[in-house]
T-cell receptor, first 111, second 116 residues
Framework: QKEVEQNSGPLSVPEGAIASLNCTYS??????FFWYRQYSGKSPELIMF????GDKEDGRFTAQLNKASQYVSLLIRDSQPSDSATYLC???????????FGTGTLLAVQP | GAVVSQHPSRVICKSGTSVKIECRSL??????MFWYRQFPKQSLMLMAT?????????EQGVEKDKFLINHASLTLSTLTVTSAHPEDSSFYIC????????????FGQGTRLTVV
């Protein structure tokens, strides 16, 4: 079982819609969770991090964490074509204290 | 936000030569740095974890004698690809976690290595 799992997609949403990206993790000791956006050929850029159960909002982005279900999600409201990218979920802490990435979900926002 | 600078951004080298990649945290002290490799259309694969002043911890399948990591200070870690081969061609990315802001991980710009 992979430590961090994501659906590879592609996830296609129309412009203006809400995009919902999901991630599950296997290490219950994981402490912090990150969402990164990566454009092709570029390094990942941090969108949000979350370490407490519940929701965390920043502009059009909302991260949700449910430690009981070992589930992290990212909602993007009012999706724009410029949001089209690969979204990487990552966790750190737990048994290894390593920053581990999921395989990423490709999001395509259709104009 | 915190800045991590990685250099060079792009390098082409001949097979059999060595290449050094630097990763610097510019405005914070990095207790831990991670080195990743990413092949086209794949996710970031952790190669090793580097803590200042100690030996790096390598992931299974990563040759420590081929990928030399040095983390001599709280602001600098280097990855040296020794005796590079074409199959080592990839995108190498470093990431740093800070002393105080240890809940965030920041990435360098990445290094595109091409071995010919």
């Amino acid at each position: 079982q992979k430590e961090v799992e994501q659906n590879s997609g592609p996830l296609s949403v129309p412009e203006g819609a809400i995009a919902s990206l999901n991630c599950t993790y296997s290490d219950r000791g994981s402490q912090s969770f990150f969402w990164y956006r990566q454009y092709s050929g570029k390094s990942p850029e941090l969108i949000m991090f979350i370490y407490s159960n519940g929701d965390k909002e920043d502009g059009r982005f909302t991260a949700q964490l449910n430690k009981a279900s070992q589930y992290v999600s990212l909602l993007i409201r009012d999706s724009q074509p410029s949001d089209s990218a690969t979204y990487l979920c990552a966790s750190v802490g737990g048994a290894t204290n390593k920053l581990i990435f999921g395989t990423g979900t490709l999001l395509a926002v259709q104009p | 936000g915190a800045v991590v600078s990685q250099h060079p951004s792009r390098v082409i080298c001949k097979s059999g030569t060595s290449v050094k990649i630097e990763c610097r945290s510019l405005d914070f002290q990095a207790t831990t740095m991670f080195w990743y490799r990413q092949f086209p259309k794949q996710s970031l694969m952790l190669m090793a974890t580097s803590n200042e002043g100690s030996k790096a911890t390598y992931e299974q399948g990563v040759e420590k004698d081929k990928f030399l990591i040095n983390h001599a200070s709280l602001t600098l870690s280097t990855l040296t690809v020794t005796s590079a081969h074409p199959e080592d061609s990839s995108f190498y990315i470093c990431s740093a976690i800070g002393v105080i802001r240890n809940t965030e991980a920041f990435f360098g710009q990445g290094t595109r290595l091409t071995v010919v």
